[in-house]
């Protein structure tokens, strides 16, 4: 008996023939020497390896609690302004007419034109005052008979 055995050679030769950047995902061809590379420039290692650290710095800085895993909490104040503004019409104004009214509306400019009265600084104005009430006394001069003299007299 004869006993035959037979063996086959299977060679499996498994060759890198690429892969890509461990960042940016572009294809980087092997050469098949030395180390396949994990990167495809020294741009991409440096910020994997920025993103590394970073990762475990802020782990250590937890774990000393010199930094809050919690987010950040804020406190707003929101301030409406609400403005209201009524408009008033101007309805015409007409001049007194009696002489008790012209007394109290004469009274109120007197009033006005005193030291700590309204019109009293605004010198600009004085001259458009003045004029305006030596024409209303020459015309009411003309109007009582006897002129101011006879008015003034009898005071």
């Given at each position: 008996?004869?006993?035959?055995?037979?063996?086959?050679?299977v060679?499996?030769?498994?060759?890198?023939?690429?892969?890509?950047?461990?960042?940016?995902?572009?294809?980087?061809?092997?050469?098949?020497?030395?180390?396949?590379?994990?990167?495809?420039?020294?741009?991409?290692?440096?910020?994997?390896?920025?993103?590394?650290?970073?990762e475990?710095?802020?782990?250590?800085?937890?774990?000393?609690?010199?930094?809050?895993?919690?987010?950040?909490?804020?406190?707003?104040?929101?301030?409406?302004?609400?403005?209201?503004?009524?408009?008033?019409?101007?309805?015409?104004?007409?001049?007194?007419?009696?002489?008790?009214?012209?007394?109290?509306?004469?009274?109120?400019?007197?009033?006005?034109?005193?030291?700590?009265?309204?019109?009293?600084?605004?010198?600009?104005?004085?001259?458009?005052?003045?004029?305006?009430?030596?024409?209303?006394?020459?015309?009411?001069?003309?109007?009582?008979?006897?002129?101011?003299?006879?008015l003034?007299?009898?005071?």
């Open positions: 008996m004869t006993d035959i055995h037979e063996v086959d050679s060679e499996v030769r498994d060759r890198l023939q690429g892969r890509t950047c461990a960042w940016c995902a572009t294809y980087i061809p092997y050469s098949g020497r030395g180390r396949p590379p994990s990167y495809c420039s020294r741009s991409c290692r440096n910020r994997a390896w920025e993103v590394r650290t970073a475990r710095r802020l782990q250590r800085d937890i774990a000393a609690a010199a930094m809050r895993a919690e987010p950040v909490r804020e406190v707003r104040t929101e301030t409406i302004t609400r403005t209201r503004t009524r408009v008033q019409t101007r309805l015409e104004r007409r001049p007194p007419s009696t002489a008790k009214d012209w007394v109290e509306h004469l009274a109120a400019l007197t009033g006005q034109l005193r030291k700590d009265g309204t019109l009293a600084p605004r010198h600009w104005d004085h001259r458009k005052l003045y004029h305006a009430l030596m024409e209303a006394l020459v015309v009411l001069g003309d109007a009582h008979p006897g002129g101011l003299d006879e003034a007299a009898r005071r």
